[in-house]
């Protein structure tokens, strides 16, 4: 009777470990994927009443819900992403022109000074050429010894 013990709880605990080191196993395969499964169960709670919605107005015909709200899932989270990448593609199309200008012309005036320049304000503030000469003073070191 003491030897099936034994044995049972030797079985037992080699069973349970290899559970064990299954399961980590399976989560350990699964760990890239989680942060999708994640968002894909979000999604998917979010918008089931509406399919269940959207169900019922297509007459109880839930192949036909599905077909919707996958379309609409697709329009909503696929469309503004494709518009964002395609932005970015652009802009990084334009950044070697727009590098190699500010390069060559520098930043430039503040836009301020145009609009008070152009609306006829009392310049209070520098006009465009002493901000360049101010610029230029600075870029040469003579303005970094006259504040010390």
């Known amino acids: 009777m003491q030897a099936d013990r034994s044995t049972d709880i030797t079985r037992i605990v080699l069973f349970v470990l290899v559970i064990g080191i299954l399961l980590a196993g399976s989560v350990w395969t699964l760990l890239p994927f989680l942060s999708g499964l994640i ?9 089931w009443p509406t399919l269940l ?3 019922r107005l297509a007459g109880g015909r839930r192949w036909a819900a599905v077909l919707v709200m996958t379309v609409l899932v697709l329009l909503v989270f696929i469309v503004p992403f494709a518009l964002a990448v395609s932005a970015l593609l652009d802009a ?5 022109t727009i590098i190699n200008s500010f390069l060559t012309h520098g930043l430039g005036a503040p836009p301020i000074l145009h609009r008070r320049r152009d609306a006829g304000v009392p ?7 002493e901000w360049h000469e101010h610029r ?3 870029r040469h070191g003579s303005m970094r010894t006259s504040i010390a």
């Open 39 to 47: 968002w894909a169960t979000t999604i998917a709670v979010a918008t």
């Open 53 to 55: 919605q959207v169900e």
């Open 92 to 96: 990084a199309y334009q950044s070697p």
């Open 123 to 129: 310049a209070k503030s520098p006009t465009e050429d």
């Open 136 to 138: 230029r003073r600075f």
